[in-house]
């Protein structure tokens, strides 16, 4: 279970919620402090599953819930938000949801309702955070199978805010071929206090829109989709344009041309803030909230499209972090000394625990694979690489794997590098799909051996690698932690 929070006092009330519901509990409760910075969280509660707190620096929702899943080790992965309140029975109905499932459906989404007052029609606010209800495969109680997450590469990070990520997930996933269903288990999701100006702050999301239609073309709002209308930005655009012209039209000395754009964009800003206030509660207040809204929302709605534009140009599909980064060893993570068998002399490379850190602290797990033909040729033992191995764990581990080829060129074994068989085996040692991999070394023997197991290679060369083999890479990075910078990049 992986809850993404940003330590609003909400989240006690989640907790509170899963501590006293009835069922069977996950294997571990992974909660993502989305904070830049602040305090240690305090979560733990009798009744919870094992709680585990990992840190993003303020990374984002989409981060948050990768690094979530990402340090997750489960087949299923349930996502909830902290503004939610699960029902008593939550988790004895996912148990139900998940059982049994055909291999088919990548992920179930549980079932919400919004509490809305009952003395008084709805405020404009209240109102869109009902459409939460109807919303579709919205990650406020969401499972994935991990291996279709892992398929799809998460969560795209360039949605900055919880608006849309869940859907592109969705449509990523779907396009597999795999399928999302509802679940009977149910969730409620509260109104959550807020201040006067937070439909003005929303119209960010229409950046959001522009990236989805760039990354699922035009089609991507319908129905059998998304489910996502689209609302009044056509009307926005409309009284945004007739203000502009209201404004040029009175500078170029066309007085009457300008009065009339002006009665234009007065009468479309009266018809929304009449739109929005006709079915609220129509207090004073709710009034002049819809007053001075109604003014902002078309021109920023407009802007923040325009910015989505001008953005979003040339975007890419989503590739994601890659699950597992392996490195070769000598002359990668540590200077080259040929055939060393002494720990002393194990030496990493300038920024190597850094670069190390940095794909850990984003839930990529990493490796080492290591052509040690020493061993064949009776210059050291093995006894000694595991010594160096060990050496190299005490200085930049943990490692989630390690893996060593002892033959000589002459053996004719399939883990010696080029060859692709350490590369394989720690793949499937980790459950990772070897596409999902990249492997990161100076000599073309380390990115030959990513080619042959379906993985991605990344060249750092160093002053003995050859010419030609720098020549025939297809990706060179000028140092271990400009690679890693590539890989944490996406550009792998």
Not at 56 to 76: Q, S, V
Not at 186 to 199: F, G, K, L
Not at 445 to 450: E, G, L
Not at 473 to 490: E, I, S
Request: hydrophobic letters at 45%; a positive charge.
């Amino acid at each position: 279970m992986v809850v993404p929070t940003v330590g609003r006092p909400s989240l006690d009330v989640l907790l509170d919620a899963l501590a006293t519901a009835s069922g069977p509990r996950p294997a571990e409760l992974v909660l993502v402090d989305d904070r830049p910075a602040g305090p240690p969280l305090a979560p733990e509660r009798p009744g919870l599953p094992p709680v585990r707190v990992v840190r993003t620096g303020g990374g984002g929702p989409a981060r948050a819930r990768n690094l979530g899943w990402r340090t997750a080790r489960t087949p299923w992965i349930a996502f909830l938000d902290d503004d939610v309140v699960p029902d008593p029975d939550w988790y004895a109905a996912l148990d139900r949801d998940l059982a049994e499932l055909p291999a088919d459906v990548a992920g179930s989404q549980g079932r919400v309702r919004v509490p809305l007052p009952e003395d008084r029609p709805p405020t404009d606010w209240e109102r869109g955070t009902a459409g939460l209800a109807t919303s579709s495969w919205i990650t406020a109680d969401l499972a994935y199978r991990r291996a279709a997450l892992s398929a799809v590469g998460g969560f795209d990070e360039r949605f900055p805010r919880a608006f849309r990520e869940d859907s592109d997930l969705a449509l990523r996933i779907t396009a597999t071929g795999a399928r999302l269903v509802r679940g009977e288990r149910w969730i409620t999701h509260p109104v959550r206090p807020t201040d006067r100006w937070v439909s003005a702050r929303v119209q960010a999301g229409n950046a959001d829109d522009v990236l989805m239609r760039r990354l699922h073309g035009p089609g991507w709002r319908a129905p059998h989709r998304a489910n996502a209308p689209l609302g009044r930005r056509p009307q926005h655009t409309a009284v945004t344009a007739a203000a502009v012209a209201a404004a040029g039209l009175a500078l170029s000395g066309r007085p009457r041309a300008a009065l009339a754009a002006a009665g234009a964009w007065a009468a479309g800003t009266a018809e929304f803030a009449w739109r929005r206030i006709a079915p609220g509660p129509r207090t004073r207040d709710e009034v002049r909230t819809m007053l001075a809204t109604s003014a902002v929302i078309p021109p920023l709605a407009t802007w923040h499209w325009l910015r989505g534009v001008v953005r979003h140009v040339g975007v890419r599909p989503w590739r994601g972090l890659p699950d597992l980064v392996l490195f070769d060893r000598d002359g990668t993570l540590v200077r080259d000394y040929p055939y060393n068998g002494d720990p002393a002399l194990v030496r990493p490379v300038d920024g190597a625990k850094a670069a190390l850190d940095a794909l850990r602290a984003r839930g990529v797990r990493v490796g080492v694979v290591s052509n040690q033909s020493g061993v064949a040729r009776g210059i050291i033992i093995r006894a000694q690489v595991d010594a160096c191995m060990a050496r190299l764990a005490e200085l930049l581990g943990p490692f989630d794997t390690l893996q060593v080829c002892p033959h000589g060129p002459d053996d004719g074994c399939t883990c010696r590098k080029p060859a692709p068989g350490m590369v394989k085996t720690a793949c499937a040692e980790l459950d990772v799909d070897p596409a999902r991999c990249v492997v990161i070394g100076d000599i073309a023997a380390d990115v030959d051996a990513a080619a042959a197991a379906g993985a991605t290679g990344i060249m750092v060369p160093t002053p003995v690698t050859r010419k030609a083999e720098v020549a025939a890479a297809a990706h060179v990075a000028p140092t271990l932690t400009a690679a890693v910078d590539d890989v944490l990049g996406g550009r792998w």
